[in-house]
């Protein structure tokens, strides 16, 4: 499972690798800075990158929020998205935002 991680309105987006549970929550950030063998950033979005493993397989994105207060997608980041991954992991990476938001109380 997709986890998401929030710090100070900057988003990480750690995609599933088939070994969760990722315990504890460090882990998550340790495989990704492990397995990362490239990364892609913006010239648009300050703060939004990607990581990349051996196979450009992505392992995580790194974003400004993505979401505004009121739960509506921010254009800007969803255009880097649409560069990045299929209409639906966008979908899926808002709802994990949303849904991380909401059970942390941001």
Do not use: C, H
Not at 68 to 82: F, H, S, W, Y
């Amino acid at each position: 499972m997709p986890e998401v991680f929030a710090d100070n309105g900057t988003i990480i987006w750690i995609g599933d690798d088939g070994d969760s549970p990722r315990y504890p929550y460090w882990k998550a950030f340790m495989q990704v800075a492990v397995n990362t063998d490239s990364m892609g950033t913006s010239f648009e979005v300050e703060d939004f990158m990607v990581f990349f493993d051996k196979d450009d397989n992505i392992l995580a994105i790194q974003m400004p929020d993505p979401v505004t207060d009121d739960g509506v997608p921010k254009e800007a980041i969803i255009n880097e998205l649409r560069g990045t991954v299929t209409e639906e992991e966008i979908g899926l990476i808002i709802e994990s935002v949303t849904a991380a938001k909401k059970e942390m109380a941001l």
